[in-house]
């Protein structure tokens, strides 16, 4: 089931995406995606009411509707650095023996077509595609890679848009570099676990300016998605909404030789996963 959520910023309503590139209307089952209805089983309620044919039309095409993030303000984005072994060689570092985390502001999230700001005083603005994990349940102390897999909600694609000069040359943690507005664009659809029967073997690209510049595979994961969940419970609990971004592939304008391709006002970024859609945003200087 491809789950979204369509409407004005702050005022989104969830709907399916059926089959046939309709969108099914779910807001009289919920009010909307969050941590609260996603932890009281929303997403199999939605998907009852779909197999029913229950839910009525929205829209015949999701053309000039705005569509949002897929979950509402997560409660926490997690995020795993160098974790694509590639990336970590073009970046000039050591893959790490246990997964690099940091955490990214969640007022980040913005929707999949929204516009992305280069920050004041920004001179490395990156790019980076990453398979996003949504916690569709409470995760603590996990011990097995099937039991944290059974706390996955849904994928998404995740841009984790990056400022290498805040993150790497300004002192203190990389969350400088990452926590700038609009710096993770999400979705367009919450894809629930049913679709993406391995999420080890999705194919990643990124392009921009229609020059692609990042196409790899979440094969080459040093810590595949069920291990990082299960790492990240024994340090924090993962609650329902929150959602974790699990590294980008090789490509990144950082890893690339001068003059490195770092954004700028007006460039143009596409997205995308195999099977969990595209997302498209133009930057634009705050």
Not at 182 to 207: A, C, H, Y
Request: glycine share 12%.
């Amino acid at each position: 089931m491809r789950v979204l959520r369509v409407g004005e910023a702050g005022a989104e309503r969830p709907a399916v995406l059926d089959g046939s590139g309709r969108l099914l209307d779910a807001s009289g089952i919920a009010g909307d995606l969050d941590h609260r209805t996603l932890a009281d089983g929303v997403l199999d309620r939605i998907a009852e009411a779909a197999a029913a044919g229950t839910l009525p039309v929205l829209a015949d095409r999701a053309d000039g509707l705005r569509i949002g993030a897929p979950v509402a303000r997560p409660g926490k984005i997690v995020c795993i650095g160098l974790n694509y072994r590639d990336h970590a060689e073009e970046t000039g570092a050591d893959l790490p023996a246990e997964p690099v985390v940091f955490m990214k502001d969640p007022w980040t999230v913005t929707g999949p077509y929204d516009g992305v700001l280069v920050p004041r005083g920004s001179v490395k603005t990156d790019y980076e595609v990453e398979l996003a994990v949504v916690i569709g349940r409470t995760a603590r102390y996990l011990d097995g890679d099937e039991e944290a897999l059974a706390c996955v909600a849904g994928y998404a694609v995740s841009h984790d848009v990056s400022e290498r000069a805040f993150q790497l040359e300004r002192g203190g943690q990389w969350d400088k570099g990452k926590s700038c507005e609009t710096f993770n664009p999400l979705g367009p659809w919450l894809v629930t676990p049913d679709e993406i029967p391995d999420p080890q073997k999705l194919t990643l690209r990124l392009s921009v300016n229609g020059t692609e510049l990042q196409h790899g595979s979440t094969e080459d994961m040093e810590f595949p998605v069920a291990r990082i969940i299960r790492y990240l419970s024994h340090f924090m609990v993962l609650h329902p909404g929150d959602v974790i971004n699990t590294g980008t592939p090789a490509g990144v304008a950082l890893g690339r030789p001068e003059p490195r391709p770092y954004l700028r006002d007006g460039d143009v970024v596409e997205c995308g996963i195999d099977g969990l859609g595209t997302m498209r945003h133009t930057f634009r200087q705050a």
